[in-house]
């Protein structure tokens, strides 16, 4: 057998690795992070590829650490910044994203880690990639990297020295990183997409296909991440009144994640946590637009729908506010007064039915008038609902209950009759008789008549009252196993209004609700939900504003826009006529 020849590289990486001696591996491995970024090495990329792979294995393990890793991508992510010639040679275009990347993988949850990277100088490098001296591409793992940093009390202050600008450039990125990566990478033909981006996004091996999958997945990765770094301020009460301006308020309502995202609250995220001060919730009271949106996704099937709610009682218990917004938030929360548990928050009806009470006697005995009729209707009808229709059903005997019941049957049965005869108003009064009469414990009988009732509302045009009907119909079977046909209701009822994103989360409930049915033995989607499901995945698709925006100047088409980083990285890799060979170890 031929042996392989022994390594004449001083210093090699690689040979250190293997070196079987603990206390000769540390010194080598040291010395190597201190030279590595005063070397013109071919292998560096390889090098931080491994580093790369190994920081997201193992991101506690402290032997990196404390042997200069920190200080090396420091100083390596400078270089890239400050040489062109040397970013351009070779592969190291690749080095300052995998030397961010592991940065931020190092400080993601460990403090003393964050502490070390501090310390060796990692802040003025990341900024330089947040700045947009490369791309988008390094502004994402630039971002990620400080949100860890800025996350950590001991850090924090190192962040906190550049605090406006970081709050400026983290609000621009995530108001307008989706408009860049589709103007710079995914609206422009093949040919034309910067190699190095195509190679990290699908590790060398993806076709067109799954470049552009991945590159929606990093810009909706961009954005969260970005709106994570300002979380990490907000929470912290700094900077508010920049963070509040009144048109990033508006964009941010807009800023979900999208379906490749959906782990982050992204724009509800923050909002929440603005409504936990008091010129935060200021500055959300003053936008309706703001409050509509929150409204919408405290009716929702949105994963987020907890924080909507939270924001809507913060802003309901202040009393500065309370009445700036019970007008617009009293119609939305009423309807989710029987909601008892909702993921790891409990009695969440009962706290919306105190807060939305708590002065009720005032507007009931004419001490208080409200702007809006349709909001002190609501409140007369939560009264009516939570408080005297309790103490109706008490008084009642149980030979009571059941003729009640026997009643409301009926009801139902002719509610149905009129509505199979095309009587669609009469329908909806006989339903709205039996749900007056029928007793708050017999909650089956409510979901199907609310239901009913929902179905209705949505021949007669009326989504708005469609959409209350069928939350009430949910949040009285529970979300553990919500009533399916009011999950299509509302699908539609949201559809007409326009609102894509909550018509898709309740149209894909409803699905899901299908599957898990035990009444199902062989599932299949039914046409009509596949074709609402195609129908919001278009107008909910992350770029679609982008696309759009940029579709309607006439100056430029789409694919003519190239990349404006600071060193135009592709135009500078077309005249050197670099390409990449080989597959990249990503």
């Not at 987020?304 to 939270?310: G, L, R, S």
Request: charged fraction near 25%.
């Amino acid at each position: 057998m031929h042996s392989e020849p022994p390594c004449s590289k001083l210093n090699c990486f690689f040979c250190t690795m293997n070196e079987p001696e603990p206390s000769v591996r540390r010194a080598k491995l040291s010395q190597c992070f201190k030279e590595m970024p005063l070397r013109d090495d071919q292998e560096h990329v390889l090098v931080l590829s491994g580093l790369w792979n190994i920081s997201m294995a193992q991101p506690d393990d402290p032997e990196f650490p404390a042997l200069g890793i920190f200080e090396c991508m420091a100083k390596l992510i400078h270089r890239g910044i400050i040489d062109q010639n040397w970013l351009l040679r070779g592969q190291n275009i690749y080095i300052p994203y995998y030397a961010a990347h592991i940065i931020g993988s190092y400080t993601m949850d460990n403090p003393q880690f964050a502490e070390k990277a501090v310390k060796s100088g990692v802040v003025l490098p990341l900024m330089e990639l947040l700045r947009g001296k490369m791309s988008w591409v390094e502004q994402r793992v630039a971002v990620r990297a400080l949100g860890h940093l800025a996350s950590h009390e001991k850090t924090f202050e190192a962040v906190v020295v550049h605090e406006v600008e970081i709050i400026s450039l983290a609000m621009e990125i995530a108001s307008n990183c989706l408009e860049v990566v589709y103007k710079e990478f995914v609206g422009i033909k093949a040919r034309k997409r910067p190699k190095y981006h195509c190679d990290l996004l699908t590790r060398g091996v993806g076709e067109l296909e799954l470049q552009s999958r991945k590159a929606e997945e990093w810009a909706s990765q961009l954005q969260c991440w970005s709106l994570y770094l300002l979380n990490c301020f907000a929470s912290k009460e700094r900077c508010l009144n920049l963070i509040c301006n009144i048109e990033f308020l508006n964009n941010l309502c807009g800023m979900w994640g999208g379906l490749v995202n959906l782990t982050s609250p992204a724009g509800i995220g923050l909002l929440r946590t603005l409504c936990s001060s008091k010129t935060g919730r200021e500055n959300v009271a003053n936008s309706r637009q703001v409050m509509e949106s929150i409204c919408n996704v405290s009716r929702s099937s949105d994963d987020w729908q907890n924080m909507a709610i939270d924001c809507l009682l913060l802003l309901l218990k202040d009393p500065e506010t309370r009445y700036g917004v019970i007008d617009i938030a009293a119609s939305s929360l009423v309807d989710l007064v029987e909601l008892t548990s909702l993921g790891e928050s409990k009695m969440v009806g009962e706290t919306i039915t105190q807060t939305l009470l708590q002065d009720y006697y005032k507007i009931k005995f004419g001490f208080l008038k409200l702007k809006s009729q349709e909001a002190e209707k609501a409140l007369e009808e939560l009264w009516e609902l939570r408080v005297e229709n309790i103490k109706r059903d008490k008084l009642m005997s149980e030979q009571d209950m059941k003729e009640r019941q026997v009643l409301v049957g009926k009801l139902k049965k002719q509610g149905n009759q009129k509505f199979w005869t095309g009587k669609i108003e009469k329908a909806c009064k006989i339903y709205s008789k039996a749900l007056e009469l029928c007793p708050l414990n017999f909650r089956k009988e409510r979901i199907v008549l609310y239901s009913n009732r929902a179905q209705c509302y949505l021949l007669l045009k009326n989504p708005a009252a469609a959409i209350s009907d069928t939350t009430r119909a949910l949040c009285l079977s529970g979300t553990v196993s919500p009533h399916s046909k009011s999950l299509w209701r509302r699908s539609q009822a949201y559809d007409m209004k326009g609102l894509a994103k909550e018509s898709l989360m309740d149209c894909i409930m409803f699905i899901n609700s299908r599957i898990k049915s035990e009444h199902t033995k062989r599932v299949r989607i039914p046409y009509y939900a596949a074709r609402m499901i195609n129908k919001q995945m278009n107008a909910t698709w992350l770029f679609a504003n982008a696309k759009s925006k940029l579709c309607t100047k006439k100056e430029k088409p789409v694919d003519e826009y190239e990349s404006k980083g600071e060193y135009q990285l592709q135009e500078m890799m077309d005249a050197k006529n670099m390409g990449f060979p080989g597959k990249p170890m990503i």
